[in-house]
């Protein structure tokens, strides 16, 4: 069936250190592909999404390219600040049923 | 506007009791779902609606009912609570009836559940 596998965490980074985030899916057909953040005490919110091949969604320095070949979708940021520090959530949109799939999320602190 | 909201925010409850969690969405979604999010699980699918009237189960289903009786609104029940439903539980909607492939999901803000 479908799946996501995300990179364990936790990560922490000094300010304004390179980050990545390994998201590799299981599917058939073309899913859209998302990230999710969750910042403490809250819900998850939309990051950013791809909804096809070769797409490259990017949001607030974040980026991530739907890479088909290597079933990938994994996170980068350039340089991340210290509010960049949350739960980050790899999401695979429905494909042949009515599922949204999730990793397991990757936990985020970004020291000064 | 206010999105998806939850109440109650934090709730404790004795093993055997009974509650519901509601949801709410004020977006006019069609696509409905309750997640557990538990330490190292990630979020995992409980039961999840395409329209008005129509529910069916996810990855979790055992212990929670649902129901679908309007658009705007879908009720978690836990029958008899057990410790092993001690979780953060998220209500999340999205656009499309049958949960589109490029639908962005809309989260609440959680119910935070203890059984003791």
């Known amino acids: 069936g479908d799946s996501v596998t995300q990179m364990e965490g936790p990560v922490t980074l000094s300010e304004e250190a390179f980050l990545t985030i390994n998201c590799t899916y299981t599917?058939?057909?073309?899913?859209?592909l998302f990230w999710y953040v969750q910042y403490p005490g809250e819900g998850l919110q939309l990051l950013l999404k791809?909804?096809?091949?070769?797409d490259k969604g990017s949001n607030k320095g974040f980026e991530a390219t739907y890479r088909k070949e290597t079933t990938s979708f994994h996170l980068e940021k350039g340089s991340v600040q210290v509010s960049d520090s949350a739960v980050y959530f790899c999401?695979?949109?429905?494909?042949?049923?009515?599922?949204?799939?999730f990793g397991t999320g990757t936990s985020l602190t970004v020291i000064p | 506007n206010a999105g998806v909201t939850q109440t109650p925010k934090f709730q404790v409850l004795k093993t055997g009791q009974s509650m519901t969690l509601q949801c709410a969405q004020d977006?006019?979604?069609?696509?409905m779902s309750w997640y557990r999010q538990d330490p190292g699980m990630g979020l995992r699918l409980i039961h999840y609606?395409?329209?008005?009237?129509?529910?069916d189960q996810g990855e979790v289903p055992n212990g929670y009912n649902v129901s679908r009786s309007t658009t705007e609104d879908f009720p978690l029940r836990l029958l008899s609570a057990a410790p092993s439903q001690t979780s953060v539980y998220f209500c999340?909607?999205?656009?499309?009836?049958?949960?589109?492939?490029?639908?962005?999901?809309?989260f609440g803000p959680g119910t935070r559940l203890t059984v003791l």
């Open positions: 791809a909804t096809k091949a070769d």
């Open positions: 609606s395409v329209g008005a009237g129509i529910t």
């Open positions: 999401a695979l949109g429905p494909n042949t049923g009515n599922q949204f799939y």
């Open positions: 599917a058939t057909g073309y899913p859209s």
């Open positions: 977006m006019n979604h069609e696509y």
């Open positions: 999340a909607s999205s656009r499309d009836r049958g949960g589109a492939t490029t639908d962005t999901q809309y």
